[in-house]
């Protein structure tokens, strides 16, 4: 039998685009939240959007606070008004008393129209508090799932509630709240466990297939949650399913992504940050197929986007950068077309460059937490850690090699395959000696910090090269002005434009003892290595490790050439050789040489 996820007491007891910028810029953080895997028993904080909805202090729904003044829960939930219903937020263990706990009675309650309790479809309601709350570690609200996100198939998932812990069995005292992972099954999968036609693009499924994993009765109004860069984006509301984790039929779940025209109706100010979740890769569940089940429409989409002729493989070429000096510290799309996010697990772990068609650059420091390639993947493309991303390619890493110098070395890591070059995918050109960075020269350096807000955009710092003031320095040294760097930037460029091509003069890094982790990264931790202006950065030249490198990559594509890429004129200024500065040289020296003459004619 098909079971709401609602403590059957409630039957008998009863109820008694927008985005809004302030939202997204709270939305969806878990400061005290480390989790990686695993576990029963959330600690306190982790997921501090978590409601416990009571009746008569009696628990029998869950929700999420979406911002200061709002929860969403499942409109299942609300059979009848027949009493008042109190939502306690920061709560942990319902049976122990807390002082992170507030508590605020419910004014309104708005059930989707569309709600059809026989089938639950629309199975979705919000619920205004009489008062709002002010945000702390253990309460914030979380990010939504905007329109257009995809969570394909095998996307993980966590999804928290107080309700049974199997089919029948509560909670046991202190009742703490329980989380668990679980993967995504994709809709067309979902439809042939559960009958073709009983699983709508209202709902998204999750949960282990083999069973032992799942929501239960009393979670229901509860979030399901994802995880990216470092933004929490709540992908469903616990709706229904065959019991409690029994094989073959996963949780189903209200899909919040098909929602947000509705809730920014009902919420008109202060409306809650949604964020737009992308899957990389390809969605497997397409390939599902059963009896009764509609075949995959093979409709060919033209996709709008300027694609543009990929030009010859040359390094250091970007055609839509036009920066030259200050303006904004979030960059845009294509500016750096070589800059690449090294990622462990989805998460966001370092920066990189490509510096070959198959070949990226990193620090080495990145990979002191694991050196095994098939942990990493490489994505090309991006601009935001969150939200979409149309020229994103992620490609997967078969073998990193790390330099042998004891400070500050360097990693290269080889493609699975050669990812297709257009004005946002491009190599940069490395320095192998061949370069001069004189004192003064403007230099840039670019990574996925915290300053990025809420989407964690790629951000951009302007330098210059200075004198690095210090005989005990190497040659082998290169100086800029300081510049905030903090981990999750570790592995990207020092990059300099010498002529019309970008050329890398180094790779970002910390101290050598530095370890960079997975909870690092995802944190985006604030730790500044350096402070800006106020302190020289100093950073090993690439030319140092010149050796290693031909080594390793097998060529390097050559500079961009002035004359062989005339599509670049119209996105960089290139100063013409011998403008009015060369005419005002030739008449001095004309001037010059007449001077004897003028002479003559005054004696």
């Not at 909670?171 to 979902?190: A, S």
């Not at 036609?197 to 799942?214: E, Q, W």
């Not at 055609?319 to 294509?334: E, H, R, V, W, Y």
């Not at 955009?457 to 040659?475: A, P, R, W």
């Amino acid at each position: 039998m098909v079971m709401l996820r609602t403590l059957s007491v409630v039957l008998f007891i009863g109820f008694l685009a927008k985005g809004c910028h302030s939202q997204l810029n709270v939305c969806g953080v878990a400061s005290l939240n480390t989790k990686i895997v695993g576990g029963q028993d959330a600690k306190p904080g982790s997921w501090p959007w978590q409601v416990s909805l009571q009746t008569n202090n009696f628990h029998f729904c869950g929700g999420s606070l979406i911002n200061s003044g709002w929860v969403l829960t499942a409109a299942h939930c609300f059979p009848s008004v027949t009493s008042q219903v109190t939502v306690y937020l920061g709560e942990q263990s319902l049976g122990n008393p807390s002082s992170n706990v507030v508590s605020r009675k419910v004014s309104q309650i708005i059930k989707h129209p569309g709600y059809i309790s026989t089938t639950n479809d629309n199975d979705i309601a919000l619920l205004k508090l009489e008062s709002t709350v002010t945000f702390t570690p253990y309460i914030t609200p979380v990010c939504l799932a905007a329109t257009g996100s995809t969570f394909f198939n095998g996307t993980l998932t966590w999804v928290t509630g107080w309700g049974d812990t199997a089919y029948g069995v509560s909670l046991p005292n202190p009742m703490t709240l329980q989380e668990v992972q679980v993967p995504v099954i994709g809709n067309r999968k979902c439809n042939c466990l559960y009958g073709v036609g009983r699983i709508t693009n209202n709902m998204i499924c999750a949960g282990l297939l083999a069973g032992g994993k799942d929501s239960c009765q009393g979670d229901s109004g509860g979030p399901l949650v994802s995880k990216q860069g470092g933004i929490w984006v709540q992908a469903g509301i616990v709706s229904f399913g065959e019991g409690c984790a029994l094989p073959n039929f996963p949780g189903v779940y209200t899909r919040v992504s098909e929602y947000e025209n509705w809730i920014n109706q009902q919420i008109t100010s202060n409306q809650p940050g949604f964020v737009t979740y992308s899957s990389s890769g390809t969605d497997g569940d397409l390939s599902v197929s059963c009896a009764g089940l509609p075949a995959v429409t093979t409709t060919t989409t033209t996709t709008t986007i300027p694609t543009t002729t990929a030009p010859p493989l040359v390094c250091g070429n970007a055609q839509l950068n036009t920066i030259t000096g200050g303006g904004s510290l979030l960059a845009s799309a294509g500016v750096w077309p070589w800059m690449v996010s090294l990622q462990r697990n989805g998460t966001h772990i370092c920066g990189g460059t490509l510096i070959a068609q198959q070949y990226v650059l990193s620090s080495s420091l990145c990979f002191n937490s694991s050196s095994n390639a098939s942990d990493w993947t490489v994505v090309l493309g991006l601009l935001n850690l969150n939200g979409s991303n149309p020229n994103q390619v992620s490609v997967n890493v078969t073998a990193i090699s790390r330099s042998d110098n004891a400070s500050n070395s360097i990693a290269v890591l080889q493609l699975s395959s050669q990812p297709k070059l257009s004005n946002y995918i491009q190599p940069i050109c490395v320095d192998l000696g061949d370069n001069s960075f004189p004192i003064g020269l403007q230099c840039w350096a670019t990574g996925w910090g915290s300053g990025g807000g809420v989407t964690q955009t790629l951000q951009q710092f302007n330098t210059t090269i200075v004198d690095c003031g210090n005989s005990s320095l190497s040659n082998n040294t290169i100086c800029i002005q300081g510049i905030p760097l903090e981990q999750s930037e570790f592995g990207g460029p020092l990059m300099c434009k010498i002529g019309q091509s970008w050329v890398q003069a180094a790779v970002l890094t910390g101290p050598s003892n530095t370890n960079i982790s997975n909870s690092n990264a995802s944190s985006n931790s604030s730790t500044k290595i350096n402070q800006p202006k106020d302190i020289i950065s100093s950073f090993t030249k690439i030319d140092a490790f010149k050796d290693f490198l031909l080594r390793k990559v097998p060529s390097f594509p050559p500079k961009a050439n002035i004359t062989t890429t005339p599509a670049s004129s119209a996105s960089i200024t290139i100063k013409p050789v011998g403008s009015k500065s060369s005419l005002f040289i030739f008449f001095f020296y004309v001037l010059l040489l007449s001077i004897p003459t003028l002479i003559q004619m005054f004696i």
